[in-house]
C-alpha cells in the first residue's frame, strides 16, 4: 500500500503570493525598495540609539566628575582651618613653657578634627575589650593575656573608622589568646 501521507500536505496559498512576486519583476523591485527603506530607518534609530547613550555617558562622567569636585571641594575648606592652626602653632614662639603648650595645642587640633570628622558622619570604631570581628579589626598580634576572654582585645594600635554602613579603614588591634 502506497504512503498517503504525501497526498494530505496541505496547500500554503501564500506560497503563491510569494511564488508570485518572484515571478513579477515589478513587484520583486517595490518588496526589495521596501526592505532597503526598512533597513535604512533601522540603521538609522541605531546610530541615533548609540550615540544618545555615548552622550549619557558623557554627562554621568561629567556629573560624577562635578559631584566629586564638589565634595572634595566641601571637605578641604573643612580642613583649611586646621591647617591654619598648625601654622600657627609653629610660628608661635613656645617660651618656658613651650612642650606643654605644644601640646595642648595639638590637643586643641585634633579635637578640631576629630569633630569635623563627626559632622561628616565618620565614626571611630570601637575596640578595647570588643571581641574581635575581622570585618572591623585588623589582628596584627595574638597575646596571652590573663583576665581577659579569648578573642578579646586588649590594645589597639591604630584607630579604625566607618562612614555610615561602610568600613573606610580597620582597627589594628592586639588580640587576647586563650
Not at 109 to 136: C, S, W
Request: no cysteine; net charge negative.
Amino acid at each position: 500500500m502506497a504512503d498517503n501521507r504525501t497526498n494530505n500536505i496541505e496547500h500554503d496559498p501564500l506560497d503563491d503570493t510569494a511564488a508570485a512576486a518572484l515571478d513579477s519583476p515589478a513587484d520583486t523591485g517595490d518588496a526589495t525598495a521596501e526592505l532597503e527603506r526598512e533597513r535604512d530607518q533601522l540603521r538609522d534609530r541605531l546610530l541615533r540609539t548609540a550615540a544618545e547613550f555615548d552622550n549619557y555617558r558623557k554627562r554621568t562622567d561629567r556629573e560624577r566628575q562635578t559631584l566629586s569636585e564638589t565634595v572634595t571641594a566641601g571637605v578641604v575648606e573643612d580642613l583649611l582651618p586646621l591647617v591654619d592652626d598648625l601654622q600657627r602653632a609653629l610660628t608661635a614662639d613656645a617660651g618656658p613653657e613651650g612642650a606643654e603648650a605644644y601640646r595642648r595645642g595639638v590637643e586643641l587640633v585634633l579635637k578640631q578634627l576629630d569633630e569635623l570628622l563627626r559632622r561628616r558622619g565618620v565614626r571611630p570604631i570601637e575596640t578595647l575589650g570588643a571581641d574581635f570581628d575581622p570585618n572591623y579589626h585588623q589582628a596584627v598580634s595574638y597575646e596571652p593575656a590573663e583576665g581577659h576572654r579569648e578573642g578579646e582585645i586588649i590594645e589597639e594600635f591604630r584607630r579604625g573608622y566607618t562612614i555610615g554602613d561602610r568600613l573606610l579603614r580597620p582597627a589594628m588591634v592586639k588580640v587576647a589568646k586563650g
